[in-house]
């Protein structure tokens, strides 16, 4: 991380970088002090991150918070053509099959992927989580169903 008089260094894109890394390695510590100076970020990955963060810590409405301006920036990603969904559709049962369907990963800000409907995907996961977290059902229910067209159970 980078420091400067105290201060974790608020440059948005090196800032969404080091989160990305904070969480991947497990830092949450670390991923906490970036995420508390991103105000907001133009970035629909860092958006997601700090998302993620704040759900590791149980803050649900900031999380959610933070998760929707992650889909209004990622806006409508175009589906998968049939092909490409038959696939993905097989890498998300194989995820889950190894046990990884509960593990919460961040995107990467460097990464086309986490721009595109894989990204929106994670997002509204994310999103219906916290939901459910906040037993506001009501409202997790379109993602659900959302995310049962790409095999995803929550």
């Not at 993905?88 to 995820?95: D, N």
């Amino acid at each position: 991380m980078n420091f400067s008089v105290g201060k974790i260094n608020t440059d948005l894109s090196a800032a969404g970088s080091e989160l990305y890394r904070a969480l991947a390695s497990g830092d949450l510590p670390s991923a906490w002090l970036i995420c508390k100076d991103i105000k907001e970020s133009s970035d629909p990955a860092s958006e997601f991150n700090c998302g993620l963060c704040f759900f590791l810590l149980e803050e649900w409405e900031k999380a959610l918070d933070r998760l929707k301006n992650a889909e209004k920036l990622l806006g409508n990603p175009p589906e998968f053509d049939i092909a490409d969904k038959k696939l993905l559709l097989k890498a998300i049962e194989l995820k889950e099959k190894n046990g990884g369907r509960e593990r919460l990963i961040p995107l990467d800000p460097d990464s086309s992927v986490s721009r595109s409907r894989c990204g929106l995907i994670q997002v509204r996961r994310l999103a219906a989580l916290c939901l459910i977290k906040l037993e506001r059902n009501g409202e997790a229910a379109p993602l659900i169903r959302f995310l049962s067209q790409y095999n995803i159970n929550i």
